[in-house]
């Protein structure tokens, strides 16, 4: 029962590390920006300007 | 739009580093969201995308079609033909694809950013972009 126990806390703790991760495909497609398109990080923002 | 000054600080600090690319996502029911898209789309049409939404997110949310003119002027933009692009709606169709994709990414709230696809929502503290951006940067290098 105990292991069972700390097999399921750790499945849960794994899981929310993976959630954390979760990357989403996001096209960048032809939206305007500021930067070079090489670099290695890239910040897609959804704005609402008011 | 509190987050405005930490994304022009992350873009000074990560000089070169960072991409930023930029969606719409105006709420259908504030006054202005939509015009303003329109506005900052319009000066992208005229290859001015840049200064157009570094001053919306100065001026917001004084972005009453009299005002986005005005602003238009004051960039020194073709504003006969910006207006005609305000008034015919005319990037209504990307406006609209980028809310679809919102949607599709269950975003409801703004200011919403994606590094390197990782979601960051909220007006999240310079430290906390950073962080994510060190991580996203080592991993490159790795």
Known sequence: ?50 | MGVGPTVDKLLKDYKGKIRLVVKMNPYKYRDFSHIAAEAVLAARDQGRFWEMHQLLLKKSPQLDRNSLVRYAQELGLDVKKFTESLDTKKNANTIERDKQLAISLDLYETPAFFINGRKVTGNRPYDYFKKTIDEEMKSVRQ
Request: proline share 6%.
């Open chain 1, 1 to 50: 029962m105990k292991k069972l126990l700390i097999f399921l806390s750790l499945v849960f703790v794994a899981s929310i590390s993976f959630a954390q991760d979760k990357r989403y495909e996001v096209p960048v497609g032809d939206s305007p920006g500021y930067g070079q398109a090489n670099a290695p990080v890239t910040m897609i923002e959804f704005i609402d300007y008011q």
